[in-house]
């Protein structure tokens, strides 16, 4: 034991002094700090982007008929008539038609890159609105850049327009903590317009303006706020959907209901669950709430309308993952409160922590599945490395007991001894 703990303390010191030392040089000012948390999203996303294998023209999916052809399509003419519901989606495209056509398949992998890159950042200042401190912040990070479907499968198929619709919803997260105030509504409604012009998804945000701030049940002030939100959103839903032509057939919702949603209501049973819960996340972000069910308890009901709106989906369209990944903001909250939770129950200093969330990058940039692959056997090497960094946790608590046993034996010797003299 001694010899466990003589190189526990050197490990420890290796690990938390630089932390120590970065938080007084760089956090000190918050250029500094934007600075630092911009170049380490960048780190992150540029790892994942580097070890991805991008579906360009010469990919041998590139020529199937999945989702990136009408934005291909859409790119040469935005706001002409392409096949719904893709031409509602026209803010990405209409970006990229602004460079010459050579350019685009440049345009729309870069496009991808920074709008990952930028939802890193807002999600570290989203973790610092609720006051978590900034290592639980950048384990937030981590987290969000391991996970498959949110960034290494856009990152792949990187002419979808995943990664901008997750920057709208990250950004109207935050601005959704923010003070009420005419400013941050015109600034809301803004983002929500852009947002649902790039995927009618990031119109599920908007039950939040009221769940996250109301103090009672009809909270006027709340009800505005959320109002002002929701209406910028749905009234630009409604234009698109009046004002853009479309070609083709384009089934209504009660026939996609019947034709997919019947279908997805028919397989939900415990064995094919996969696809809406780890098949989605990976097993770590659906493991750690359950350490903190208490404390998540608050936060997960004022998500709810959010987190229905996202399952609903699945009633009218396909790629289960692709559509569910999008609740992963109250997912990472949640995760990290079981590690705060695990930290205090061990009495582990937290940037110790930070080894769940970095091997699950890790494992990621190697390649490795963080999910189950669709409706297939959860991946062994990441299960086990999850539970290995929970075994590591654990001991490190026992470890830091006997150190601090150690420590106070120490002081009371010593304090014995000045009491003699």
Known sequence: MTILLEIYNSVRYVIIKPLTIMKKILFFEKKKEFLFVTLISLLLISGVFFTTVAMTPDHKNYRKAWDHQFYIIMANDPFGAHQAPYCYRIFVPWLVSIFPEDLHPFVFRLQSFLFLSFATIVLYYLIR????????????MLFFASSYYMVKYTLMDFWLTDSAAIFFILLLFY?????????????????????VMTKESVLFVAPLFYTYRATRVWDKKAIMWAA??????????????????????????????????????????????????FGSFGVALLVLPVFALVRNLNFTLKSLPFLILVYTQVLFAVNIERLVVYAIPVVIICSLNGMISLCEKYKIHIAVSLVIPASCYLILILNYPLIFTTYSNVNIIYTVTFIISLMILMS????????????????????????MN
Not at 129 to 140: E, F, P
């Open 228 to 277: 002002t939100v929701s209406l910028t959103g749905i009234v630009t839903f409604l234009c698109l959907r009046r004002f853009i032509s479309t070609t083709g057939d384009y089934e209504d919702y009660s026939t996609l209901f019947n034709s997919i949603g019947i279908f997805h209501i028919n397989g939900f049973w415990p064995s094919n669950l996969e696809p809406y819960l």
């Open 129 to 140: 609105k609720l006051n978590y401190s900034r290592t639980i912040a950048l384990g937030g």
């Open 175 to 195: 601005i959704a903590f923010c003070e009420i105030n005419i400013k941050n509504a015109i600034l809301a409604g803004f983002i929500m317009v852009i947002g």
């Open 396 to 419: 490190i608590g026992e470890l830091e007991s006997v150190r601090h046993h150690k420590i106070q034996l120490y002081y009371k010797r010593k304090k014995s001894k000045k009491e």
